[in-house]
Each structure stands twice: as structure tokens, then as C-alpha cells.
């Protein structure tokens, strides 16, 4: 199931990697990028990163913390983690249903 | 690497909102030709796909990509040919003491009797400038609307 307003053409995949990590917790770019890099097996560009986290903003998914910090963090807002959910329940969906025609196989 | 600098490619309202903490971002960064190149790419991304709400709200938004576009390819074309002119010239060609006369608006005649105006040449960059901008603000529109459902 497609979320409205989640398509975020080649930036699909880095935005699911940033929301996912976001969902464990409010972080900064270059944290978004170790803890990516730790959990996905794959390191994004500064310019990919921020290219996504811009697009995650202006669709309201994620919002900027107030901060002191030069490295501004950033976390999930109510429509982000609604977004995330549905994009997860549709992979889990479709982990099923390919795991169990392997399985029938 | 000077990061500093790299940043200046994207566009000002991208850098007033996003510039101290994309600098503080890749001052950590190990300074790759790979990670510059990704860079390079999310600036030109910027300027051709404006990610700001604010620019979302701005007037004539497609006519403002399509000038964008345009003034890019014509930067573009003249970067460009300015560099295979000088090289030309520099090479001892005729043709490239032809093509930096042009450049300079001036008609030029070789020794062999050749001539070429220079409003041919910005006759040419400008044909080209406005089909590339044409181009890539359809397809930015097409692209934008796929995105969009």
C-alpha cells in the first residue's frame, strides 16, 4: 500500500532509510548517516542525505529540534511515523506473500 | 577538501535554510571524490527540483525553472566553448583564434579568407539553451506530477 504524498521518486530509498532511522530516535545528519550505514549496509552521500531529509521536511514527515548545535538533529512527526508504518506493514505484506509461494514451491 | 566551497553551488534559499548544518554535517565526513560528487549532484538536484516550502509558494514557478534552465545551459555551452577556444588557440589552430574572436563579439577573418559572425555563435548557444530548458522543464513537470500521484 502506497501512502499519499510518500513517493519521493529516486529519493525513495534514502527516505525510507532516514525515516527508519528516525524512528529510533531524534539525530543530527551525520548521525542519520553512521546509524544508516550500521542498520542498511549502505552509506549515503551528504548531498543524497540532504537532498531526502529536504524533501522528508517540506512533506512534513520530519521536522528539525530546536537546537544550540550547529548539527541541527531532526525527528519523526505524527505523519512521518504514520507514513513509515504503512510503507512497513506493505513490505511486511509483501515478505509474506513471496515467502510463502517459496515455501509452496 | 574545502566544503565551504561546494556549498556555494546550491541555491541561496537552499543554503540559508540547510548551509551551517550541511557544513557542520561534512566537516565530518571523510573528504572523498565520491562524496563531492554526491554533492555536485544533490546541488544541481536543488536547483532543478526545489525542495523549500518556500519556493514551493513562490510566482510563475515553471517559469522560473525554465529561465533557471536556461541561463544553466547557456553558462554551460560558453564555459565550455571558452575552454575549447583557448585550448585551440594555445594549440596554434586558426579556427581557435576564430572561435575567441567570436567570443569577444567581434567579426573575425582567417587567412584563409573564412569568415564567421559572432551573433551565429549566440544564435546557436541561445537555439540550444532554450530547446535544453524546454526539455528539462518538461521533464522536471512530467516527473514532479509521477511524483505527486
Redesign the interface.
Known amino acids: 500500500m502506497?501512502s499519499?504524498?510518500f513517493?519521493?521518486?529516486r529519493f525513495s530509498e534514502p527516505a525510507m532509510l532516514i525515516l527508519v532511522s528516525l524512528a529510533g530516535g531524534e539525530k543530527?545528519?551525520?548521525a542519520m548517516?553512521e546509524d544508516i550505514e550500521a542498520f542498511g549496509g549502505t552509506r549515503l552521500?551528504?548531498?543524497?542525505?540532504?537532498?531526502a531529509?529536504?524533501?522528508l521536511e517540506?512533506q512534513g514527515l520530519i521536522e528539525p529540534v530546536p537546537s544550540d548545535?550547529?548539527?541541527?538533529p531532526y525527528r519523526l512527526t505524527g505523519a512521518g511515523s504514520t507514513a513509515l508504518r504503512e510503507q512497513l506493514s506493505g513490505l511486511r505484506a509483501f515478505a509474506a506473500t513471496g515467502l510463502g509461494r517459496l515455501v509452496a514451491a | 577538501m574545502k566544503w565551504s566551497r561546494l556549498l556555494w553551488l546550491y541555491p541561496s534559499e537552499w543554503r540559508q535554510r540547510y548551509g551551517a548544518e550541511f557544513l557542520a554535517m561534512v566537516e565530518e565526513t571523510p573528504a572523498t571524490p565520491r562524496a563531492a560528487l554526491d554533492v555536485v549532484r544533490g546541488a544541481a538536484d536543488a536547483h532543478l527540483r526545489p525542495q523549500l516550502p518556500a519556493e514551493g509558494g513562490k510566482r510563475f514557478p515553471v517559469a522560473r525553472a525554465w529561465l533557471r534552465n536556461a541561463a544553466v545551459a547557456f553558462a554551460v555551452q560558453m564555459s565550455l566553448f571558452w575552454v575549447w577556444s583557448f585550448a585551440a588557440l594555445l594549440a596554434g589552430w586558426s579556427l581557435g583564434r576564430l572561435a575567441v574572436g567570436n567570443l569577444v563579439l567581434v567579426e573575425t577573418r582567417v587567412e584563409r579568407g573564412v569568415s564567421a559572425s559572432s551573433e551565429a555563435n549566440l544564435v546557436v548557444f541561445v537555439a540550444v539553451a532554450v530547446l535544453a530548458a524546454t526539455g528539462g522543464t518538461i521533464a522536471c513537470e512530467r516527473r514532479g506530477r509521477r511524483a505527486a500521484g
Not at chain 1, 45 to 51: D, I, N, V
Not at chain 1, 69 to 72: G, K, L, N, V
Open positions: 502506497k499519499e504524498g513517493d519521493l521518486g543530527h545528519g551525520y548517516m552521500g551528504p548531498g543524497t542525505l540532504y537532498g531529509l529536504a524533501r517540506k548545535d550547529r548539527r541541527r
